[in-house]
């Protein structure tokens, strides 16, 4: 070792105190955390609030401009669309579908990678090769691709969505638990409590699944905005959700024939979804950080 | 004669979370045309960081004080790109580790005269044959063939090889090599010394040889720098240094080294070297030094001149013949 | 070499074939009636019975999945309802536009995004870097079909400097291509500063400053060429989302290309249509990823060609 070396574990430790051991990312998390839970209280509570009638229609309040006000004299803070509905109730409503999908496309597919990586890590051998080659297949498949071609066959629905959405992602999860699967399988204490004569549930429950726990964190929120961007586009495309149930992506494609009239109605929509987006994603970083810095910079 | 390089006062500090740590404190030398010049020193010492002063090479954020002059030329306080200009033409540098001291992605005859074609607009062509010459200089054999392969396709040896090709490509009047031989074994270490010599008989150029290997430096160098803690402690032809050394840090060295003489001799220093960041009070050498007294740990002893030669040392006296 | 290229391929033929199928089971099995999906609820039942025996849906699934592999194997889609003729001859038909735009968008966000992560690298931390922290991770988090809109709506409605949709001149593919490309835009420009600190601190980068050599030849080429190897392989895998993404880009902008086709296709319910479209771009896609896995050993030459026990 030279003098430069010897300086260098020095310089390191200039490091910005983002990156300080321990704490990592704390301020990252709780902020992205707070945005979220705001989110999710407009999810549950906003529709309460704000009524939404997704059939009403009220032709002299068509087309308000944010902030301006209805011929009764509500304030409509995010405007009205083509058919006189209040934008704000209308995204309320949307948080609620969106959000909804994006949970449980996102438990769906977590619980479909769980299952398969526990079998193709556990029990190996050909169960193994058939479900690895599987993911190699389906990743060569581009995912929005798949997902629009499901859609388009079971057409447009919230449960469809869910599904459509949850099979798209399941690999990611699934490689995950594999490799943790394997790598538990092969550490001498699992040998040990074989031995012992554990069935082969309670290790996994004992051994595999808590080593999955901080990874799957990690991926879940990285992969929850993903989820909800894919709802929007398959919306856009008309095979998302229904115009009864609207969601983000719905209200946005609704707006776009009336983009330089109406700016607001895809555009407010559309913020709101980013802001949310990029909540997730600061998340997922900041776990990422802390849980996995080998994980840094995919 | 005027020096080629000249190093006075030399300072070089880091920021760190803990405060700036002190590297290099205050080094002084001079490399004269033709000489070698060793630079002693374990790591920590400083001796690398006081070249890479030289050529530039600090990571962003280092402070550079004193003055460092190339044949007149002031480089401290200048510009990153006076230096640049006199890199490859004036001064030359080889590095520790030649494998990651060639870039992986580009054939090695391209990377030894790279600076030719783009520095001296020289032709693709010519600049293969210039390669294939350097590289015979440099003993690599085949090298026809070898000029078109990529540095993971050679030995450590031949890497260093081809690094020093690429040094001399521009025929440098000073060539840094830093720890030229440490990450080679044995038997090709004693080839890599003897072709920088012969190169430098054959070329004229001088020759700053960094090094924690006194060993090494006793066939090598004609003068001697050795540092400790970022700070010259005895410094003289090489001669004079190995037969009436003046500083313990020194004596210490010698009588780690193998001598095929007196096998019995060989004593490791103890202790560590310090921690930049905390150094020691008063000398730096002082936990470690077997002559401390109570005056070592309070007062730095100076640089001065004691039998002929400059030696930092309170009890200069007593060390030593 | 020659034993790893006969491997390569005939696992792309594998993944394929897997493609293919998935298509099979998602447009025949499940369904339940794919006439009925194609008749749509109010057909009568003796033109869906006409349609059945006419798709040999009477016949056992294996039959008719023999029957099907045979066609796609014989490029055999067959027409589209909706416009007559060869339903991959549709397709195919607008592919170039869609290679155009596809092309457009990786040159814009390869381009555009090794130049933001360079500049984000040159000084980490640095409010320039930050500042293309936060650009590129709100490019990851917003819509592409939105951002179009958006774009539209700024370029083509307000300043109207870009025309809005169609294929008319060179300028049309502006719009569109910048939208496709930037997710793809936010991933180089992520691997690419991350890949230049990464290697910042090789020996090697001080060896050409040590020539004499500019900050500029450090970086381009010999950082740069080092720090772009992983940035090569997500190229491979990320067109798999440029293609998709396609379909939706391609129907915000009226782009006249096969992803549109496919769109409004599936409006129609136009499934042979559809069944080629993506047929096709699975393909395009395996085949490209089969080339970046070729192309591997060029850029980085410690990788020989032999490399696939990762």
């Known amino acids: 070792m030279t003098a430069t070396s010897a300086m260098a574990d020095t310089i390191e430790t200039t490091a910005p105190p983002a990156r300080r051991r321990g704490r990592t990312g704390t301020v990252r998390i709780v902020g992205s955390l ?63 579908v969106s959000m909804t999908i994006g949970i449980s496309a996102l438990l769906l597919s977590g619980l479909i990678g769980l299952v398969f990586g526990i079998l193709a890590g556990w029990f190996g051998g050909w169960l193994d090769s058939v479900l690895m080659r599987l993911a190699d297949i389906q990743l060569a498949f581009p995912g929005i691709l798949l997902a629009i071609l499901i859609a388009a066959v079971l057409g447009p629905s919230v449960g469809n969505v869910i599904v459509v959405l949850s099979i798209s992602g399941w690999v990611t999860f699934a490689r995950v638990t594999r490799g943790q699967a394997l790598a538990t399988k092969n550490r001498e204490y699992v040998d040990a409590t074989r031995v012992l004569g554990a069935r082969t549930w309670h290790v996994v429950r004992t051994c595999v699944l808590p080593s999955c726990r901080a990874p799957f964190l990690v991926i879940a929120a990285l992969h929850i905005g993903d989820v909800i961007l894919a709802e929007a586009s398959l919306s856009f495309l008309g095979l998302g959700t229904p115009a009864t149930t609207p969601s983000w992506g719905t209200t946005i494609a609704g707006g776009r024939d009336l983009l330089s009239t109406a700016w607001w109605i895809s555009a407010i929509p559309g913020i709101a979804l980013a802001v949310l987006v990029v909540a997730f994603g600061v998340l997922g970083d900041a776990l990422r950080d802390r849980y996995d810095p080998k994980l840094a910079g995919r | 004669m005027e020096p080629l390089l000249r190093v006075r006062e030399l300072r070089v500090r880091f920021a760190t979370r803990h405060g700036t740590v002190s590297a290099v404190d205050g080094v002084s030398f001079d490399v004269y045309p033709g000489e070698t010049v060793a630079i002693v020193g374990e790591s920590g010492s400083g001796k690398s960081v006081t070249m890479q002063a030289v050529m530039g090479l600090l990571p962003r954020g280092a402070q550079v004080s004193g003055s460092i002059t190339y044949r007149g030329t002031e480089l401290v306080g200048r510009p990153v790109s006076v230096t640049r200009a006199l890199c490859g033409d004036e001064l030359a540098m080889i590095f520790q580790d030649p494998l990651s001291s060639l870039n992986p992605v580009f054939r090695v005859g391209r990377q030894i005269t790279e600076a030719l074609v783009r520095r001296r607009g020289m032709r693709r062509a010519a600049a293969r044959e210039r390669a294939v010459e350097l ?187 | 070499m020659l034993g790893y290229l006969i491997r390569r391929l ?96 990786v040159v814009f966000a390869v381009t555009v995004g090794i130049g933001l992560g360079v500049a984000a690298a040159s000084r980490p931390n640095s409010v320039l870097d930050r500042v293309i922290s936060v650009f590129t991770l709100v490019i990851q988090s917003t ?126 319910r136009d499934y042979n249509v559809v069944q080629a479209g993506v047929i096709l771009i699975a393909a395009v896609f395996v085949v490209v990823n089969l080339l970046v896995d070729l192309l591997y050993g060029l850029i980085d030459p410690r990788v020989s060609v032999g490399r696939q026990e990762r």
């Open chain 3, 143 to 268: 819509p592409t079909f939105w951002a179009g809109l958006v774009l539209l709506l700024i370029f083509a409605r307000q300043l109207r400097v870009l025309p809005s949709e169609g294929a008319h001149s060179w300028q049309n593919v502006i719009l569109p291509a910048i939208t496709l490309g930037l997710g793809f835009l936010a991933m180089v420009t992520r691997l690419t500063r991350s890949g230049l600190l990464e290697i910042s601190h090789e020996s090697y980068l001080n060896t050409v400053r040590a020539k004499g050599l500019s900050e500029r030849v450090v970086v381009f080429p010999h950082a740069i060429r080092n720090a772009l190897i992983p940035v090569v392989t997500v190229i491979g895998l990320y067109l798999g989302s440029v293609l998709g993404g396609t379909v939706v880009i391609e129907t915000v902008f009226a782009w006249p290309g096969a992803g549109r086709l496919i769109a409004d296709s599936i409006g129609y």
């Open chain 2, 135 to 321: 590289m015979t200089r440099v003993g690599i054999p085949a090298p026809e063939l070898r000029v078109d392969e990529y540095p993971h396709q050679f030995s450590g040896g031949m890497r260093q090889r081809a690094m020093i090709a690429m040094a001399l490509a521009m025929s440098p009047r000073l060539l840094i090599a830093d720890e030229p031989t440490t990450a080679l074994d044995v038997t090709v270490q004693a080839q890599i010394m003897r072709l920088l010599a012969s190169l430098r008989e054959s070329d004229g150029m001088a020759l700053a040889l960094i090094t924690h290997d006194l060993g090494v430096v006793a066939d090598a160098a004609d003068r001697v720098v050795l540092m400790y803690a970022g700070r010259v402690v005895e410094t003289g032809p090489t001669r004079e240094v190995y037969e009436h050394c003046r500083h313990p840090y020194t004596e210490g060295l010698l009588a780690s080294v193998p001598d095929d003489a007196d096998v019995d001799r060989l004593v490791p220093i103890s202790g560590q070297p310090p921690n930049p960041a905390s150094l020691p009070g008063g000398c730096a050498f002082h936990p470690r030094c077997r002559y401390a007294i109570e005056r070592c740990r309070t007062e730095r002893p100076p640089l001065s001149v004691v039998d002929g030669h400059p030696s930092a040392c309170h009890r200069s006296q007593e060390v030593g013949g």
């Open chain 1, 34 to 96: 707070a945005v979220v839970a705001f989110y999710a209280l407009c999810a549950a509570f906003g529709p309460i609030l704000f009524r939404f009638d997704p059939v009403a229609v009220d032709t002299r309040n068509r087309l308000l401009a944010p902030l301006s006000h209805t011929s009764e004299g509500h304030l409509v803070l995010f405007g009205t669309d083509q058919i006189g509905q209040d934008l704000l109730a209308k995204m309320m409503q949307g948080a609620r």
């Open chain 3, 10 to 105: 005939a696992y792309s033929i594998f993944v394929l074939w897997g493609a293919v199928t998935i298509v099979f089971v998602v447009l025949r099995v499940v369904p339940g009636d794919p006439a009925l999906v194609i008749l749509g609820p109010d057909a009568s039942p003796a033109d869906v019975a006409r349609l059945r025996h006419g798709m040999g849906l009477d016949q056992p699934l294996l039959v008719q999945y023999g029957h099907y592999l045979l066609d796609v194997a014989r490029l055999h889609f067959g027409d589209s309802v909706r416009l007559g003729g060869d339903a991959m001859g549709q397709i195919l038909l607008r592919l170039p536009a869609t290679a155009e735009l596809a092309l457009a968008a």
